[in-house]
């Protein structure tokens, strides 16, 4: 069974509208990280955001947030007010037991593509 | 702002020879990771390296793989004798210390087996 599956291979949004990126994730581990990369054109990998299972609250970062659905299994990455620059694919991520030194484990990914 | 780096950026070299792709971490880092990613397909991990000696490693990183802390400073991973599924983007990582969560990826080297 997949451990994280992204369903949307490619999403299209307009300038300054907001998009959401899908993931459920599997795990039967309490403890895990979840995680969003961003990879462009170029091909490296650019951190997004990180959520906790143990955290509370949905994290953010700037115009990016994860809504974070524990009982669901979804980490849907939001971003508000898209720009250009957010053409790339990105990646959700899972680490199990969300300690140093685990792997990283992906999702096959999104592709956005952002218009003007 | 302190970053990985990895040599070469793009390595071509014949099936069955061995290549060695290198990395150096953030200075203060203390966990290493490489991952390989084939053209269109999703990011895999191959193992993960703390204290000089490997803490995980996936079914990919067979008797083939090999990685080193040769130094204080450079990360490597070496493929013996490489096949042409090898070919892939290769990413290093390191993170911090036992309580940081994200890893840090390098640029990446693109090795092409022919």
């Known amino acids: 069974a997949q451990k994280i599956t992204q369903t949307q291979p490619g999403m299209f949004v307009q300038e300054k509208e907001a998009v959401t990126l899908d993931c459920t994730y599997d795990?039967?581990?309490?403890?895990?990280?979840l995680f969003w990369y961003k990879q462009p054109s170029s091909g490296e990998m650019i951190f997004l955001i990180y959520?906790?299972?143990?955290?509370?609250q949905n994290a953010t970062e700037g115009r990016y947030s994860l809504n974070f659905q524990k009982a669901r299994k979804s980490a849907n990455l939001v971003i508000s007010a898209s720009q250009l620059g957010d053409s790339a694919m990105y990646f959700c991520?899972?680490?199990?037991?969300?300690?140093?030194?685990?792997?990283?484990?992906f999702g096959k990914g999104t592709t956005l593509s952002v218009s003007s | 702002e302190p970053e990985v780096t990895q040599t070469p950026s793009h390595q071509v070299t014949q099936m069955g020879q061995e290549v060695i792709l290198r990395c150096v971490p953030i200075?203060?880092?203390?966990?290493f990771y490489w991952y390989r990613q084939i053209l269109g397909q999703k990011v895999e991990f191959l193992v993960s390296?703390?204290?000089?000696?490997?803490?995980?490693k996936s079914e990919i990183f067979d008797d083939q793989f090999s990685v080193e802390r040769p130094d204080g400073s450079n990360f490597t991973l070496k493929i013996r004798s490489t096949k042409l599924e090898d070919s892939a983007m290769y990413f290093c990582?390191?993170?911090?210390?036992?309580?940081?969560?994200?890893?840090?990826f390098g640029p990446g080297t693109r090795l092409t087996v022919t």
């Open positions: 990582a390191s993170s911090e210390d036992y309580l940081a969560y994200e890893q840090y």
């Open positions: 991520a899972m680490r199990e037991r969300n300690q140093a030194g685990t792997a990283l484990i």
């Open positions: 200075s203060n880092h203390l966990y």
């Open positions: 390296f703390y204290n000089n000696e490997i803490s995980e």
């Open positions: 959520q906790g299972s143990y955290d509370q």
């Open positions: 795990t039967s581990d309490p403890s895990y990280g």
